[in-house]
């Protein structure tokens, strides 16, 4: 019995990992307030295009664990919507949010924190603060912390997270279950 019980907390922390540290992918926004010839608009769009390619193999490569052969395609995607959207756009803090992830999943937490920290502020600025992508951008922040000791960092911004999706999302979202397997675990992390 202990056993079966064993087995079913591994799978239970399984299915919780995969799904907190799971990877946002968004699609392009475009480009509104912007006038452009035909050509540069094809340009713009070629390079959002291949942004979004790269971000769909950094997925690919961050659940298959290759995180190394997943950061320069992910520092690319970065830098292409930066030079078409701008530091303030959405999808670039998308980019943000995926490479802290990955910087996070290798144990460079010293530079994962500032994207992480640089992603929510531009969620909460270009969504709302009560968007559900804040609320990812919360629990990512928080699975940073909790990697690295810091508990009582980590539960507020998990709290928040449960909050917003619970709001935002209803109460049997699976996101909202997220949330509070998050919280557990910061819970029995402090013992």
Do not use: C, W
Not at 39 to 46: F, G, I, L, P, V
Not at 51 to 65: E, F, M, S, T
Not at 117 to 133: C, F, M, N, T, V
Request: glycine content about 6%; cysteine-free.
């Amino acid at each position: 019995m202990r056993m079966l019980a064993q087995r079913k907390y591994k799978l239970l922390l399984l299915v919780t990992l995969v799904t907190v540290s799971s990877l946002n992918l968004f699609l392009p926004a475009t480009v509104t307030g912007q006038t452009s010839t035909p050509e540069s608009t094809e340009q713009t769009d070629s390079r959002l295009v291949e942004a979004d390619k790269l971000n769909q193999q950094v997925i690919k490569l961050y659940n298959q664990g290759k995180y190394q052969e997943a950061i320069p395609l992910a520092e690319k995607a970065l830098s292409l919507r930066q030079e078409v959207l701008g530091n303030n756009h959405p999808d670039y803090a998308t980019s943000l949010n995926n490479l802290g992830l990955l910087y996070r999943a290798q144990g460079r937490y010293s530079e994962a924190d500032p994207l992480s920290r640089q992603a929510l502020e531009i969620y909460k600025e270009q969504l709302g603060p009560d968007h559900p992508s804040v609320a990812t951008s919360l629990n990512n922040l928080g699975l940073l912390y909790r990697a690295r000791g810091r508990y009582s960092e980590a539960e507020p911004l998990y709290r928040q997270a449960l909050d917003i999706r619970k709001q935002q999302l209803g109460p049997d979202h699976p996101s909202v279950a997220t949330s509070l397997t998050n919280l557990g675990l910061i819970y029995r992390a402090q013992g």
